[in-house]
């Protein structure tokens, strides 16, 4: 891949991939009057010299129209280009990457390449599925909990058996939560943003191996996927410890990978590597819950050994 500096008053800046060279110049930050070289030039030469190399041909003639007088379209021939043009009223910096999608139903989520991805590592992705535990918590047990009365108080009414009407009462309230959850998680992971609750919470997305969003046939996929990592006593998420892109089995089956929410965007500076104050929390309640559990459990299994002695 070829690789470019550019000079910034008495300083050399760089080296620098193609596309970023792109935005810099789409976002004013370089001129056509920029001397820019990389290897194998024998000296440095004005932007202006090297735009059909540079792919930059229609953003110099917008920036040539700048300088005689007109007006300087340049960020807006970029945001159509690349698709993230800002709703009106509002600005570059205070577009979201979770933010609803226009009126029209267009996308407006195309990935950028060429920038920096921080892809979330284990704990981020597990503060992230902690606050969706317990956000699909309640709704799924007070669905179940109407179905599995009502199908117990139906057959009961029919004549059948107390033990089958319970049997089918827990089977219809386990699919009816099974249902909840590939909704849940099936339809924000192929939202614009590509994150559930608890990823928008933590700052972290799901995205194509390439940054593009997700179908929501491959969403669906990808929540059938981590049932697969959990059979496997659940060494299908602890992969996304040590795998290099922070892949868990399921990722790697439906190619990908989760990111930060800032990744695949035009401003990929805003990427965080730290876990960030959320998530450290999270963690810590989560801890503190699974050490009460602990305890719980301990005191129960005491006091029925107590009883049977």
Sequence with gaps: MTEWYYAEGQQRQGPLPVAEIRQRFQRGQLTLDTLVWREGMGQWAALRQVVDELGLQTLADASTATASGGFDLRSDYAAIDNGTAPLPGTGALSNSPYAAPGAGGGDYSQPVQGGEIVYAGFW?????????????????????????????????????????????????????????????????????????????????????????????????GRYFATILSSLTLMIGYLMAAFTDRKQALHDLICDTVVVDRWAFSDQPHLQRHELGTVTVVVLVIGGLLMLAGFAVMIFAIGMIAKMAG
């Design 124 to 220: 981020k992705r597990f503060a992230a599925y902690l606050i969706d535990y317990f956000v699909l918590l309640i709704p799924s047990w007070i669905v179940g909990a109407i179905l599995g009365v009502g199908i117990g108080a139906g057959m009961g009414a029919a004549g059948s058996g107390g033990t089958a009407a319970e049997v089918t009462a827990q089977l219809v309230s386990g699919l009816a939560g099974l249902v909840i959850s590939l909704a849940y998680y099936g339809w924000f992971h192929a939202s614009r943003g590509g994150a559930t609750l608890g990823k928008m919470a933590i700052g972290i997305k799901v995205v194509r191996g390439n940054g593009e969003r997700l179908t929501l046939g491959r969403s669906i």
